[in-house]
């Protein structure tokens, strides 16, 4: 009896032991090339996680040109799904804060050490801190395996077929609303918070994009008016996609961002990985079209052509001309014999002569910029005397050429290239035009000067009554919203005219800030065409009205090149303090402090010390994030 309990009580312990033995050893895991959601570069990758309970060890590929170099920073940290944050520890074999110098190879290596990760963390973001400036990001790093795409897409995107064989289905030229909606797959609040939208309008080409901030679960909507199918992109920059879709009023169009899949095609240790479902997931008008249309695109290429500049301004001109219908031929051909359906097909075709015709109206801008970079001349003034001498030599039915009974076409409204033609047949009064295209023409002029701030004159209105009803629907409504604004603004306080006085050019920034020393100042270098400028106004107002009790400056910079008449009547709904500087004035800043391009923002301290920079409107959560650190608010 005392042999069989000894040995029973011998097993017992045995069996104790071996378990608290386990209970001591270290839970390791690997994985190997783990997916990630979104980054912001292409230099580093996470080649592995090796993952216990005492450390994290992230193994990263770093990839660039030899012998420059790339820095981590200290403040870096990785923070899991359960918002659990984990400062960097230390690196292997590189040292942080200082920089990697990139081997001859173009490829690196080296080690991140983090404390160990709660076991429940089903993901995990690395950064470098918000308090690094355009710091390396990789979002969404994948612990265990991820939810497949079928649970989180609506069913209907994933059972929808195409069909090879349908023609582009009649499209109606009316005007009416549109939505716009969708959703970015995998979404969590660490990602990049907005998509971009831009429409293409048959009378002005692009109307630059709106900011459209995401619902905390990746989703999004947004309404815009529509003259006919149109073609809209959709894009989010935290997966560098852009999904070209259509939209046609009364419709909804809905567009699903894949970032997973994007994440991957940009990966190199996924370069051989199967893909991971489509890019984004469409279900709108002419779907079939969408789907094929970023691999149909790739049969218009053309290669870069040198052209002979010893030649005559006329006979460069004729050798433009004949390359042009040299691509139209090649370009039609390759899609008529291309795997493709019969509607993208069509598509294709019926854009041709609308791209041939904008061609030949631009024909002296493309053989400057040719000129410009065949001859290595960055000196501007000769690109300007070469497009000069150009233009002189460019006879009116050389522009006109090829605008082609198919421009009558409503098909043809709705390519991207119609509205650029409209819009420059709108600039160039010489040019006669027929038909349709005639009162696209007139109506693109009509719309340019409402959208100049000045209200349809009595006989303009007459104008628009003989003109189709989509277009008289378009003008008037639009009409309508700019009467509603000039009366609004006649309300409106909270903004103020600055003028600049006799100061120096170089006194003038000095000047500007030394108004309101003690206050973070907010400066935006912007232009009344500029929609980004314009949607960046639009995103600010919440925050303005949020930090309205804190003390921040909003300084609004505009040059000559927006026209007077048009800026007064938009700055009463931009609070802030204005100022519209001269050329002279512009171009002194444009050099100073480098403002290549709008919008530009400056952010001051109380001290009037520049504390932060973009080029580039950065959405609302970072400017916000920049005041308040200005302001040294927590």
């Known amino acids: 009896m005392k042999k069989i309990l000894s040995t029973c009580i011998l097993v017992v312990s045995t069996l104790l032991a071996t378990i608290l033995l386990a209970s001591c050893q270290p839970k390791n895991r690997i994985i190997e090339k783990p997916f990630y959601l979104t980054r912001n570069t292409p230099s580093i990758e996470v080649s592995r996680i090796s993952l216990t309970d005492t450390i994290t060890v992230l193994d990263m590929i ?83 395996d991820m939810q497949p795409l079928e649970s989180i897409l609506p069913k209907d995107i994933l059972t929808s077929k195409t069909d090879k064989n349908r023609s582009m289905d009649e499209q109606p030229f009316v005007f009416g609303e549109t939505t716009i909606k969708g959703k970015v797959l995998d979404y969590n609040e660490g990602m990049h918070q907005y998509v971009n939208i831009t429409s293409f309008n048959p009378l002005i080409g692009n109307s630059g994009y709106v900011f459209i901030q995401l619902k905390p679960d990746g989703s999004f909507e947004h309404k815009l008016n529509v003259l006919g199918t149109s073609i809209v992109w959709v894009h989010y920059a935290g997966s560098a996609t852009t999904a070209e879709i259509f939209a046609a009023p009364k419709q909804t169009s809905e567009v699903y961002f894949n970032i997973r899949e994007a994440a991957r095609k940009m990966s190199d240790i996924h370069a051989e990985t199967a893909p991971l479902g489509k890019e984004f997931y469409y279900k709108g008008p002419l779907s079939t079209v969408v789907y094929e249309l970023s691999e149909a695109q790739k049969l218009l290429r053309e290669e870069y052509k040198v052209y002979d500049f010893k030649k005559t301004p006329e006979k460069l001109l004729e050798e433009y001309k004949q390359v042009q219908f040299g691509y139209i031929k090649q370009w039609s051909e390759a899609i008529h014999g291309a795997d493709l359906s019969k509607a993208t097909k069509e598509y294709l075709l019926v854009g041709l002569p609308v791209s041939l015709s904008l061609r030949l109206l631009n024909a002296s801008s493309k053989l400057a910029e040719n000129y410009r970079i065949n001859m290595d001349v960055y000196d501007s003034d000769k690109a300007i005397a070469m497009f000069e001498k150009l233009k002189k030599a460019q006879t009116l039915d050389y522009i006109a050429y090829d605008l082609s009974a198919s421009h009558n076409n409503p098909q043809s409204f709705f390519t991207a290239d119609f ?91 000095a000047s500007i800030v030394s108004k309101h020393r003690g206050k973070v100042v907010l400066i935006d270098f912007w232009a009344t065409w500029c929609g980004p400028c314009v949607a960046g106004h639009k995103s600010m107002r919440p925050l303005k009205a949020e930090l309205a009790d804190k003390d921040i400056a909003y300084v609004y ?4 090149n927006s026209p007077k008449e048009r800026w007064e009547e938009m700055i009463p709904n931009i609070n802030g303090e204005h100022y519209r500087l001269t050329h002279d004035q512009w171009d002194y800043f444009g050099k100073t402090l480098n403002v290549k391009g709008i919008p530009d923002y400056f952010i001051l301290d109380k001290e009037g010390n520049i504390v932060y920079r973009d080029q580039g409107f950065p959405g609302v959560t970072k400017m916000k994030e920049e005041l308040l650190k200005a302001l040294k608010v927590n």
């Open 557 to 560: 910079i505009a040059g000559e």
């Open 419 to 509: 509205g650029l033609l409209v819009k420059s047949l709108a600039i160039n009064k010489q040019i006669e035009t027929k038909g349709l295209l005639n009162e696209m023409v007139t109506a693109a002029r009509l719309y340019a000067a409402i959208c100049d701030f000045v209200p349809l004159k009595e006989e303009q209105k007459k104008v628009i009554e003989n003109m189709s009803e989509p277009c008289k629907q378009y003008l008037n409504a639009t009409n309508d919203y700019i009467t509603s604004i000039k009366e609004n603004n006649k309300k409106t306080h909270g903004f103020r005219i600055n003028e600049t006085g006799e100061i120096s050019n170089e006194d003038l920034f």
């Open 62 to 144: 770093v990839s660039g040109m030899p012998d420059t170099w790339i820095g981590i920073a200290p403040t870096s940290t990785l923070t899991d799904n359960q918002k659990n944050v984990y400062t960097i520890l230390s690196g292997k074999g590189i040292k942080l804060g200082e920089g990697f110098v990139i081997p001859e190879s173009g490829k690196g290596t080296f080690q991140l050490l983090f404390p160990p990760l709660n076991p429940d963390a089903q993901w995990i973001d690395f950064s470098e801190g918000p308090e690094v400036k355009d710091g390396f990001m990789i979002g969404g790093i994948q612990l265990k």
